[in-house]
């Protein structure tokens, strides 16, 4: 069984930073993209940044230049690390991985909330 645990988040005022962590565990094979979406108070969930295997990344360009996407491929980690950020960030930030056990298939973690406010 697969697991992805997300740790950080939290309150941070305008202009902050902030980091965002997530661990996959259990039964895998291989980890292929890994990644984050969020989702606001009355908005669908949106992607926020992708990493493959081989560090390739995407992010929406609400967050280019903002927010960094990395991971660490021997602990199936990967890491968000968000600065100057703004208001319109506050939401549920959820992990996401498409992992092989070995059949590929889609994990999400837990979600954590990331306030921004003054």
């Known amino acids: 069984q697969v697991q992805l645990v997300q740790s950080g988040g939290g309150l941070v005022h305008p202009g902050g930073s902030l980091r965002l962590s997530c661990a996959a565990s259990?039964?895998?094979?291989?980890?292929?993209?890994m990644g984050w979406y969020r989702q606001a108070p009355g908005k669908q969930r949106e992607l926020v940044a992708t990493?493959?295997?081989?560090?390739?990344?995407d992010y929406a360009d609400s967050v280019k230049g903002r927010f960094t996407i990395s991971r660490n491929n021997p602990t199936n980690t990967n890491y968000l690390q968000m600065n100057s950020l703004k208001a319109e960030d506050t939401a549920v930030y959820y992990c996401?991985?498409?992992?092989?056990?070995?059949?590929?298939?889609?994990?999400w973690g837990q979600g954590t909330q990331v306030t921004v406010s003054s």
């Open positions: 259990g039964s895998i094979f291989s980890v292929y993209v």
């Open positions: 996401y991985a498409r992992i092989a056990t070995p059949l590929f298939n889609d994990y």
């Open positions: 990493i493959t295997s081989d560090g390739s990344t």
